[in-house]
């Protein structure tokens, strides 16, 4: 049972006590602030978590026009964009299904988050209607500007997708410079605002991320507490990583399964502890991404981190 009055499920309080406390507060609305409201719709990206008909979260970016996401209500979002075709996530992109959304504006290292379900979907793009809305911590974030967009401006149309089951050579190095990647989980079934999809971000040096064949170990930094993503992992270990190649536009969407090691004594700096994840299959899309960025600096608390050796 969830404690009453609380913003958190019952395995997000679980993940807190095992890591020996949780937040003082917690800022988690029921819907969303005018100032995020107004965040939203700067953005030309979002990245989202959608869970597919088997009940595996899989992650996913949208892109627009800086505007295609909209909250006509504090209690709603109307994001006008469409997955591609060969996104494997396509398909649960439809009603009733559970949505996480992370706005991030990676310039700014600014970001906010809000979960619900999708209400409907229309050649227009989606509507959501939103459980809970929070704001993140600017830690871990890399800074990065849209250097160029659209499609046709950012050098050719996106090229095959390739499924596997499999880490590649291709993946592997993918992931093994990856400075940044999003998660996204979901909580057990249950009823209530604390319950469903999320997406988050991880940030650290390339090289923070260990690639042992299909296996990867992930550091955990210390961040705002709440534990939205290890508490899910207690209960549904299932989970999707998205890496995308901001320079060249690829993405690389996994599923697998993810393990949290509380009492890992991690000999890596910066880490509170270590979390594996296990990929079962995954998809690699070329210049998927309608836009590209350039990189600026990492963050402040990123330089301070380690990576395996």
């Not at 996480?100 to 209400?119: M, P």
């Amino acid at each position: 049972m969830d404690m009453v009055g609380s913003s958190f499920n019952s395995d997000e309080l679980a993940a807190q006590a095992l890591a020996g406390g949780g937040p003082r507060g917690d800022g988690i609305e029921n819907q969303i602030t005018d100032q995020h409201r107004h965040f939203f719709a700067q953005l030309p990206y979002l990245f989202v978590g959608v869970t597919d008909a088997a009940g595996w979260p899989i992650a996913t970016l949208l892109t627009g026009a800086r505007g295609f996401v909209q909250s006509p209500q504090a209690s709603s979002l109307r994001i006008a964009a469409q997955p591609h075709s060969d996104d494997p996530a396509e398909q649960a992109f439809a009603p009733e299904r559970e949505i996480g959304i992370l706005g991030i504006d990676l310039a700014t290292r600014r970001r906010n988050r809000a979960n619900g379900r999708i209400v409907t979907r229309d050649p227009g793009g989606i509507q959501v209607a939103v459980n809970q809305s929070f704001g993140n911590c600017p830690q871990y974030i890399q800074r990065r500007i849209v250097s160029s967009g659209p499609i046709d401006a950012a050098g050719g149309a996106p090229g095959a997708m390739k499924a596997f089951t499999h880490l590649d050579g291709a993946a592997r190095s993918l992931i093994e410079r990856a400075d940044t990647f999003f998660v996204a989980s979901r909580s057990r079934d249950g009823s209530g605002s604390a319950h469903g999809a999320d997406i988050s971000h991880r940030g650290g040096r390339p090289g923070f991320i260990r690639v042992d064949d299909d296996a990867l170990t992930i550091p955990d930094f210390r961040g705002n507490r709440y534990f939205n993503t290890l508490g899910n992992f207690i209960a549904e270990p299932r989970a999707s990583l998205l890496f995308v190649d901001f320079e060249t536009g690829d993405l690389l969407q996994l599923q697998g399964i993810a393990q949290v090691n509380w009492h890992a004594a991690a000999d890596f700096t910066g880490a509170e502890r270590l979390w594996t994840f296990q990929a079962t299959r995954g998809w690699r899309r070329s210049a998927a991404a309608t836009l590209r960025w350039q990189f600026v600096d990492y963050s402040r608390v990123t330089a301070a981190t380690g990576v395996w050796h």
